[in-house]
T-cell receptor
Framework: AQTVTQSQPEMSVQEAETVTLSCTYD???????LFWYKQPPSRQMILVIR??????QNATENRFSVNFQKAAKSFSLKISDSQLGDTAMYFC????????????FGKGTLLTVNP | DAGVIQSPRHEVTEMGQEVTLRCKPI?????LFWYRQTMMRGLELLIY????????DSGMPEDRFSAKMPNASFSTLKIQPSEPRDSAVYFC????????????FGQGTRLTVV
């Protein structure tokens, strides 16, 4: 069974600084997808960034980038130039490929951006 | 498309009552997921469907929970009888696996059982 582990329950960062959120996962599959979702106080789940396991290049979306280490089963999220609006819960998620597209989430990291 | 639509947004019910949560996925999506979110357990996958067929219901906590997907545009999650420990936010999400694989979430239903 796939498991997703986020070892940092809470983090804080100063506005305009850079922060990295950690995520590790466990799977025996070779083809899969990884995601970071953001959940602000409104509770809406918003996709931040997506990575396909077969792509070696790390995904980037504006101020958000990932460090995908397939051999180490690590998938960290870097937020550059942090903004107050980045304050939210961040969830790492794994979706299997092949015939099993089960989507499993980590427990989340509460990120607070301080002015 | 209006996105994934869940109803109701909020539900308050008394212990022992039946509760039905509803979800309309994005048109054309072939996967549908039901999650429960609590402070203690985070986001738990309860059950998911592929083309209206339940694939994995191992996350359903007990027999009081049941889920159906009678057609591609509608799914329900039912709790009967409800208990206070069922209080949580319930999310529905849908995905189109072939293409830009991404799960789109509804706004969630906050269930309170008193």
């Amino acid at each position: 069974a796939q498991t997703v582990t986020q070892s940092q329950p809470e983090m804080s960062v100063q506005e305009a600084e850079t922060v990295t959120l950690s995520c590790t996962y466990d799977t025996s599959e070779s083809n899969y997808y990884l995601f970071w979702y953001k959940q602000p106080p409104s509770r809406q789940m918003i996709l931040v960034i997506r990575q396909e396991a077969y792509k070696q290049q790390n995904a980037t979306e504006n101020r958000f980038s990932v460090n995908f280490q397939k051999a180490a089963k690590s998938f960290s999220l870097k937020i550059s130039d942090s903004q107050l609006g980045d304050t939210a819960m961040y969830f790492c998620a794994f979706m299997g490929g092949g015939s099993n597209y089960k989507l499993t989430f980590g427990k989340g990291t509460l990120l607070t951006v301080n002015p | 498309d209006a996105g994934v639509i869940q109803s109701p947004r909020h539900e308050v019910t008394e212990m022992g009552q039946e509760v039905t949560l509803r979800c309309k996925p994005i048109s054309g999506h072939d996967y549908l997921f039901w999650y429960r979110q609590t402070m203690m357990r985070g986001l738990e996958l309860l059950i998911y469907f592929n083309n209206n067929v339940p694939i994995d219901d191992s996350g359903m906590p007990e027999d009081r929970f049941s889920a159906k997907m009678p057609n591609a545009s509608f799914s329900t999650l039912k709790i009967q009888p409800s208990e206070p420990r069922d209080s949580a936010v319930y999310f529905c999400a849908s995905s189109l696996v072939l293409g830009d694989t991404e799960a789109f979430f509804g706004q969630g239903t906050r269930l309170t059982v008193v």
